[in-house]
């Protein structure tokens, strides 16, 4: 879904007009890139905080990591969202006749810091949305696209039981010079401040950790808005690059990876919150 969404933000630039609001592959259906716009549209109230965006270049891996963060003011709840994408891309080759061959080779991608900023603006979208409500309009999507009569669903807002992802205030900084650099800390109520571990459990869960995963690792509230994520375990190839896409995570976050630190000594992320 990934790479059809990149599909859909290049056909944006190019000015032309994305009709599919959803995807359905090999049964597993989901909004798309324009799908989650439109329903950001729809249901108003939606935005992205300018001076939290963020693309930089990292020369270690070759990749464009970017993060911005979103605010729904009607559910006052407010996420980060991140995205990774590979400054060079897989291309066919091709053959002196023009068809497509079996083999590919490396070219650069003059549209990855676009697609890595598009993608991360996504991802804070969608986690500021709640669950109940992509998947009625993602019923609505299917239902509008099968030509059956169908009522655009309703975001009656913050009533009843709350989604568990919400908070009831917006995120604050702790000086402007925080914000400008990318690090924000978790909402604020009545000088309450939200748990940092369910905090970042929430980040860890939005940028596709499974909770398998999330059991290999431990999390420290270190005091002065800093939080030490330490892997329990060795996070070796057996667990298709953890290690790695939480590292990518984490700096998206500002936060590092420090060696030698932890409880066991081997090595913890450090991150704010």
């Known amino acids: 879904m990934d790479a059809a969404d990149e599909q859909q933000i290049l056909k944006e630039m190019e000015g032309e007009i994305v009709k599919d609001l959803y995807y359905d592959v090999n049964g597993k259906k989901g909004l798309s890139y324009v799908g989650v716009n439109h329903m950001s549209f729809k249901i108003g109230g939606i935005k992205i905080i300018p001076e939290s965006v963020k693309v930089e270049y990292d020369k270690d891996t070759d990749e464009y990591v970017a993060s ?3 605010c729904n003011e009607k559910y006052s709840l407010t996420r980060a969202g991140m995205s990774v994408q590979p400054k060079m891309m897989d291309v066919y080759d091709r053959s002196p006749s023009g068809q497509k061959l079996d083999t590919m ?6 549209f990855a810091r676009i697609k890595a900023l598009s993608k991360a603006q996504r991802n804070a979208i969608k986690a500021v949305m709640p669950e109940a ?7 609505y999507f299917i239902k509008l696209k099968q030509g059956g009569r169908t009522q655009q669903p309703r ?14 205030a917006d995120f604050k900084v702790k000086d402007e010079g925080h914000l400008e650099k ?3 800390i978790p ?14 459990l929430g980040i860890l869960r939005e940028n596709g950790l499974t909770e398998e995963e999330i059991g290999y690792l431990e999390m420290h509230d270190l005091g002065g808005y800093q939080m030490e994520i330490e892997p329990n375990t060795f996070l070796g190839d057996g667990y298709n690059g953890l290690w790695g896409r939480m590292n990518n995570i984490v700096r998206a976050q500002r936060g590092e990876w420090v060696k ?13 919150y």
């Open 68 to 70: 911005v963060v979103a």
């Open 105 to 110: 080779h490396k070219e650069y991608d003059r």
């Open 133 to 139: 409500l992509i998947a009625a309009y993602l019923d």
């Open 155 to 168: 975001d009656e807002g913050p009533i009843g039981m709350k989604d568990p992802r919400k908070v009831d």
């Open 182 to 184: 990318g690090a924000v």
């Open 187 to 200: 909402p604020e109520q009545d000088g309450n401040q939200v748990d940092p571990v369910s905090f970042w």
């Open 260 to 272: 030698g630190s932890g409880s066991k000594g081997k090595g913890a992320w450090k991150v704010p």
